[in-house]
């Protein structure tokens, strides 16, 4: 047996444990409750820790310590849904004892288990048993007596992950709704698929992405069937946002407060902070007073925001069509067969926006835009799921140009980037759009119809700040105009009429009004009200957006 972890076994060990996770993504995800983002934990733990594996594959460490302090700072930031937040907490505090030691022996392995549920159970507002926090806990309890048996840090892993695997079988009973759904917990097993390949690296035979799954201590009669989506209801889910975001640490603003003000709107909070960060995970109904809060401690680093209800729904629409026989074998990348010359991929956020692009003729739709941008390999696999020869991207944001732009040399089909800035801009792109036309007329078609829009977004301050010379008070209501500050003002009717009555509109033929999340009928139509008497020669449409952050977006052509 190996008594000690040196630098290269540790760094080996990460990799191996990514990998493992990787390969069995797909079969932990099929045992989630929720079968929603949020929920597709195999995923969200694999993409968590490959970030680790990314950094640790960059150099060559001088000692193990130096390899956990690596890969915790890089989960920490690369987290990815509950299960991916808390595998960061996990070993976050497994760095925290062992980011000194040159090598790690069994009792100092069984030290950094035992911290790491420590820090992962302090990180949750509200622990529950019967997940992967159990199997974390009583695993550490295992590690701490074996290293007392033998100090051999092979042994100590290995019972560790015996330890976990024997009492998996109870997160079903200790969890009532795994137990409605008759499966084990999927973070659990996430986390022991993960041990399994960091022991196999330990051991000499590390786990490859194109090689075999380690041999598990798993008890080889204990086999979950894939959750039944049908075992609950949308109604069940109560709160609908699964919100996320990776915030500066800008303010000395106790991070705890942040934590109270959370948990009242909502739960499955985890929230961890360091020095430079705060991250977040919590489902609520209300996501842009979330993020509103947030920006009190620092600028948004990242955000992503799922609705689970629908993703629910259409999840329980899909299991009740029926499904071709699965095909043995690995998953591989699907790229769908070109049934058509042309097809769409759009971003953006809000169930009506949604509507709007379909309705267009937009095949795939990637969640996303302003402080929500999504990465290279979201929009590339909506661009595989698209069956066309040609594929327009979309973005609708400038800052997530560039990431869509990164697809072009990835895929295997033609991929054009349009470079609009806004949602308007990426209507009126595909507004322009005729099937009968040639790529190059359609491009130049569609990039001048969106340059021809402005666009003014209605939202608010998150704090005290100065822009673009403007004094603005935390509260106030903003009104941006192609991204630059148009005004404030303590009342939003006051704000929309001094748009409505600006040149913003006074030189506009058509103007759409968009209305956000939160933002009741009758209230849309008060404020297109103020829009029609300042301007009575426009044309004036008035639609349900339901994009969050924002109140109102307002397309002026």
Request: glycine content about 8%; charged content about 20%.
């Amino acid at each position: 047996m190996k008594d000690v972890i040196d630098a290269a076994a540790m760094k080996e060990m990460f990799l191996s444990g990514a990998a493992a996770i990787r390969l069995q993504a797909q079969a932990v995800n099929e045992l989630n409750v929720f079968p929603v983002p949020d929920g597709d934990t195999g995923t969200n733990m694999s993409l968590t820790i490959t970030t680790a594996g990314t950094e640790l594959s960059k150099r060559e460490f001088a000692t193990a310590g130096e390899v956990t302090s690596t890969a915790a700072a890089a989960l920490l930031r690369g987290a990815r849904g509950n299960s991916g937040v808390i595998l960061s907490l996990l070993f976050r505090g497994f760095s925290k004892v062992l980011k000194e030691a040159g090598v790690i022996d069994g009792p100092a392995l069984a030290a950094g288990f035992r911290e790491g549920a420590v820090t992962a159970y302090k990180a949750v507002m509200k622990p529950t048993e019967g997940t992967i926090l159990t199997i974390a806990r009583l695993s550490a309890r295992r590690a701490q007596a074996a290293a007392g048996e033998n100090p051999s840090a092979e042994f100590v892993l290995q019972e560790t992950i015996k330890a976990g695997y024997g009492v998996l079988p109870n997160t079903t009973e200790q969890n009532p709704v795994l137990k409605k759904a008759g499966v084990v917990d999927a973070g659990a097993k996430g986390y022991l698929i993960i041990l399994d390949g960091m022991l196999a690296a330990l051991r000499g035979t590390p786990v490859t992405d194109d090689g075999g799954i380690p041999a598990s201590s798993e008890p080889q009669d204990s086999v979950e069937e894939a959750t039944p989506f049908s075992s609950f209801e949308t109604e069940d889910i109560r709160f609908s946002y699964c919100t996320e975001f990776i915030a500066e640490r800008a303010t000395d603003k106790d991070p705890d407060l942040l934590r109270a003000f959370l948990n009242e709107l909502g739960d499955s909070l985890v929230l961890v902070d360091d020095d430079e960060i705060v991250k977040v995970h919590v489902h609520t109904n209300d996501p842009g007073l979330v993020l509103q809060e947030a920006l009190t401690y620092g600028p948004l680093v990242t955000v992503k925001i799922e609705n689970m209800r629908r993703q629910h729904t259409a999840l329980l629409d899909k299991s009740n069509s029926p499904q071709p026989e699965p095909e043995s074998g690995p998953e591989e990348r699907q790229i769908a067969e070109p049934t058509q010359k042309y097809g769409f991929v759009a971003v953006c956020a809000g169930a009506g926006l949604e509507d709007v692009f379909r309705n267009l003729g937009v095949d795939s739709l990637v969640g996303g835009g302003q402080t929500m941008n999504p990465s290279t390999e979201d929009i590339l696999s909506r661009i595989d799921q698209t069956p066309s020869q040609i594929v327009y991207v979309l973005p609708n944001n400038k800052n997530i140009v560039m990431a869509a732009q990164q697809c072009v040399p990835l895929s295997d089909k033609k991929v054009i980037v349009l470079p609009t800035a806004t949602v308007p801009q990426g209507i009126s792109a595909m507004l322009a759009f005729d099937p009968d036309a040639s790529e190059e007329d359609n491009t130049e078609a569609m990039t001048s119809a969106a340059g021809m829009v402005r666009t003014a977004e209605i939202t608010y301050a998150a704090r005290d700040s100065v822009f673009d010379g403007t004094e603005i008070s935390q509260g106030d209501y903003l009104a941006l105009v192609d991204g630059k500050l148009f005004g404030t003002a303590p009342e939003l009717p006051d704000l929309l009429d001094r748009l409505a009555r600006s040149p913003f509109c006074a030189d506009a033929s058509y103007v759409t009004l968009y209305y956000g999340e939160g933002v009741g009928e009758e209230e849309a139509a008060q404020a297109a009200a103020l829009f029609e008497a300042a301007c009575p020669e426009v044309e004036l449409t008035l639609l349900p957006g339901g994009q969050p952050v924002y109140y109102y977006l307002i397309s002026a052509e």
